[in-house]
């Protein structure tokens, strides 16, 4: 027996929209990449259906350790606790509201209780330079696209994509982090520009009735300064 190293990703076009899953499932000889689309989902449905999947192919091989790359917290909280308690709750959330992609869920977490070997799961965060993951990122992209993904089947010896380095770009991550932080911070105000001509919303809602279906740009300012800063850059 040896170890699995497993990459998995979705992808959906409008969430909902047309959506499509990607993973890569590689032993110590072998490599297989697994893929596929929907014409109609959400990207969470596209995770699970890429983690499930991935973990299918897995239970056919012998190994005695499996890691799991991923990018979405959603699933990893999901498998690794969420999971037993939405059993225990006839499938009721916290908040009292039937669990989301029930549907998907249920099979995947029977599926992990019939796999003997232990289950490492890895949040590596999307786009920081770690390979496998960026491949994954283009195989589940590319299936929702309608895109035709040529599928790797082969010896791992000959797989072009480095799944061995996990290590990431400091860089990327930083920005990503820095990304979601301020996606968090409170509007000051939104900045639009259509045709030239720049504007300042209090809501997003004002924001984005003005910029829908148009070429234009807009950005969310946290405070007057940058407010100014993005008005002078837009003019």
């Given at each position: 027996?040896?170890?699995?190293?497993?990459?998995?990703?979705?992808?959906?076009?409008?969430?909902?929209?047309?959506?499509?899953?990607?993973?890569?499932?590689?032993?110590?000889?072998?490599?297989?990449?697994?893929?596929?689309s929907?014409?109609?989902?959400?990207?969470?449905?596209?995770?699970?259906?890429?983690?499930?999947?991935?973990?299918?192919?897995?239970?056919?091989?012998?190994?005695?350790?499996?890691?799991?790359?991923?990018?979405?917290?959603?699933?990893?909280?999901?498998a690794?606790?969420?999971?037993?308690?939405?059993?225990?709750?006839?499938?009721?959330?916290?908040?009292?509201q039937?669990?989301?992609?029930?549907?998907?869920?249920?099979?995947?977490?029977?599926?992990?209780?019939?796999?003997?070997?232990?289950?490492?799961?890895?949040?590596v965060?999307?786009?920081?330079?770690?390979?496998?993951?960026?491949?994954?990122?283009v195989?589940?992209?590319?299936?929702?696209?309608?895109?035709?993904?040529?599928?790797?089947?082969?010896?791992?010896?000959?797989?072009?994509v480095?799944?061995?380095?996990?290590?990431?770009?400091?860089?990327?991550?930083?920005?990503?982090?820095?990304?979601?932080?301020?996606?968090?911070?409170?509007?000051?105000?939104?900045?639009?520009?259509?045709?030239?001509?720049?504007?300042?919303?209090?809501?997003?809602?004002?924001?984005?009735?003005?910029?829908?279906?148009?070429?234009?740009?807009?950005?969310?300012a946290v405070?007057?300064?940058?407010e100014?800063?993005?008005?002078?850059?837009?003019?």
């Open positions: 027996m040896s170890d699995v190293i497993i990459f998995t990703d979705g992808a959906s076009k409008g969430n909902p929209g047309k959506g499509g899953w990607g993973a890569i499932v590689a032993d110590r000889e072998k490599v297989r990449e697994l893929g596929g929907e014409a109609n989902t959400t990207n969470n449905r596209m995770e699970l259906q890429a983690v499930y999947e991935a973990l299918a192919y897995t239970a056919t091989l012998s190994t005695d350790h499996i890691d799991i790359y991923l990018d979405s917290s959603y699933v990893m909280n999901g690794r606790s969420w999971g037993s308690g939405w059993r225990r709750n006839g499938w009721i959330t916290s908040t009292k039937p669990v989301l992609n029930r549907d998907l869920w249920e099979p995947m977490l029977d599926l992990i209780d019939t796999i003997e070997a232990p289950i490492k799961w890895i949040n965060g999307g786009h920081v330079g770690i390979a496998g993951n960026e491949r994954v990122d195989i589940a992209s590319d299936s929702a696209l309608g895109k035709a993904v040529e599928l790797y089947d082969g010896p791992r010896a000959a797989y072009t480095d799944i061995s380095n996990v290590t990431f770009d400091e860089k990327k991550q930083k920005e990503k982090s820095d990304s979601r932080a301020r996606a968090k911070l409170k509007a000051y105000s939104y900045v639009s520009e259509v045709d030239g001509k720049v504007e300042v919303h209090k809501t997003w809602g004002e924001c984005e009735a003005r910029v829908r279906g148009k070429k234009a740009r807009f950005k969310k405070s007057a300064e940058e100014k800063g993005i008005v002078r850059d837009f003019s």
